[in-house]
């Protein structure tokens, strides 16, 4: 079993900057098997949507709305990953929740989410 935990999301007014932590808890091969970590997002009659996601490796991919704005980072000493979210718009409000999945035992786990609203 996985645990993850979400912490940094809050309040701010647009343009502003907000940075989201995600610490991975577990036995060890529990941890050792995640290999992709990322933040899904979502709004209010919306459907989840994947924002970014990083491999254990480094690979990173975004959403085409947040490319240039928001930076995915990872320490894998610390089980942890990041999203920094700079040049926040009102569309980005949601919900965020963080996501791991492991390689080998097949399993996903979910944060219980953070929210986050941009202010116009």
């Known amino acids: 079993q996985v645990q993850l935990v979400e912490s940094g999301g809050g309040l701010v007014q647009a343009g502003g900057s907000l940075r989201l932590s995600c610490a991975a808890s577990?036995?060890?091969?529990?941890?050792?098997?995640?290999?992709?970590m990322g933040w899904y997002r979502q709004a209010p009659g919306k459907q989840r949507e994947l924002v970014s996601a990083?491999?254990?490796?480094?690979?990173?991919n975004y959403r085409y709305s947040v490319k240039g704005r928001f930076t995915i980072s990872r320490d894998n000493a610390k089980n942890t990953v990041y999203l920094q979210m700079n040049s926040l718009k009102p569309e980005d409000t949601a919900v965020y929740y963080c996501?791991?999945?492991?390689?080998?035992?097949?399993?996903?786990?979910w944060g219980q989410g953070t929210q986050v609203t941009v202010s116009s």
């Open positions: 577990g036995s060890i091969s529990s941890i050792i098997d995640i290999n992709v």
């Open positions: 990083i491999t254990r490796g480094g690979s990173t």
């Open positions: 996501h791991a999945s492991q390689d080998y035992r097949g399993l996903d786990y």
